[in-house]
């Protein structure tokens, strides 16, 4: 009669061969996918990740474990990440899929996407969380780290400012004292010379390029980002 080594294994581990061949091919994703992968309990805490997050982010397995997942993350999207993982533990939706500036290796910042999922008990609730980074393309290499400085006049600087503290349209008009045909235009120039599609990932951007200052609120555009009039 011929022995199966998995159903040995899971008879030993308490664990029905089915469950241990499951286990078996999600650890062998876990750790050969290629893509970043952390895993979280209900209180957004790290519990594992694997040998690529640990490298994207500069830290050891054992330094990520046991701290909160928004502490890899840079300040101006922990807001936003928290509020989709809390919906995504509740139980609200099955995934989410942000755009991010997270904590690299050193000082560094990066910007990626950012997938949640909910992984789901026996009972169908919700046991833990899975959040997947996906870092941007080195093809995408912003200009500020290719050589190339972007400059911005002094009034996109303070659009690009006041669209990473949250402030509308209508209130940066106001403020400025353009219209807000005048602001629009001015967003949209500032979409296409950072090559993004909406006002979030012109912020992320922002900060991953080093135009944002990190560590300032309300943010600030680095002078030497700003064209001299």
């Given at each position: 009669m011929s022995s199966n080594p998995v159903s040995h294994r899971s008879a030993a581990m308490g664990r029905s061969p089915d469950a241990a061949e499951h286990g078996d091919r999600y650890r062998s994703l876990f750790d050969q996918s290629g893509m970043c992968i952390?895993?979280?309990d209900l209180g957004l805490r790290v519990t594992d990740v694997n040998r690529f997050f640990s490298r994207q982010f500069g830290r050891s397995?054992?330094?990520?474990?046991?701290?909160?997942?928004?502490?890899?993350?840079?300040?101006?999207?922990?807001?936003?990440?928290?509020?989709?993982?809390?919906?995504?533990?509740?139980?609200?939706?099955s995934?989410?899929?942000?755009q991010v500036v997270a904590?690299?290796?050193?000082?560094?910042?990066?910007?990626?996407?950012?997938?949640?999922?909910?992984?789901?008990?026996?009972?169908?609730?919700?046991?833990?969380?899975?959040?997947?980074?996906?870092?941007?393309?080195?093809?995408?290499?912003?200009?500020a780290v290719s050589g190339?400085?972007?400059?911005?006049s002094p009034v996109d600087a303070r659009i690009l400012e006041g669209v990473a503290t949250g402030e509308s349209t209508v209130q940066l008009a106001a403020k400025l004292f353009l219209s807000r045909g005048g602001i629009e235009?001015?967003?949209?120039?500032?979409?296409?010379?950072?090559?993004v599609t909406?006002?979030?990932?012109?912020?992320s951007k922002g900060y991953s390029m080093g135009i944002l200052s990190l560590g300032h609120w309300p943010p600030r555009v680095r002078p030497e980002y700003i064209r001299s009039s």
């Open positions: 952390a895993n979280l397995v054992q330094d990520l474990r046991g701290r909160g997942f928004c502490d890899v993350l840079h300040p101006s999207v922990h807001g936003k990440v928290r509020d989709q993982l809390t919906r995504l533990r509740e139980g609200g939706r995934r989410f899929a942000e904590l690299g290796a050193g000082e560094g910042t990066f910007v990626g996407e950012l997938v949640g999922v909910g992984v789901r008990g026996g009972a169908g609730r919700v046991t833990g969380l899975m959040a997947l980074v996906q870092p941007e393309d080195a093809e995408g290499v912003p200009p190339k400085r972007v400059l911005l235009y001015h967003v949209t120039t500032l979409l296409r010379m950072l090559k909406n006002r979030p990932a012109l912020v």
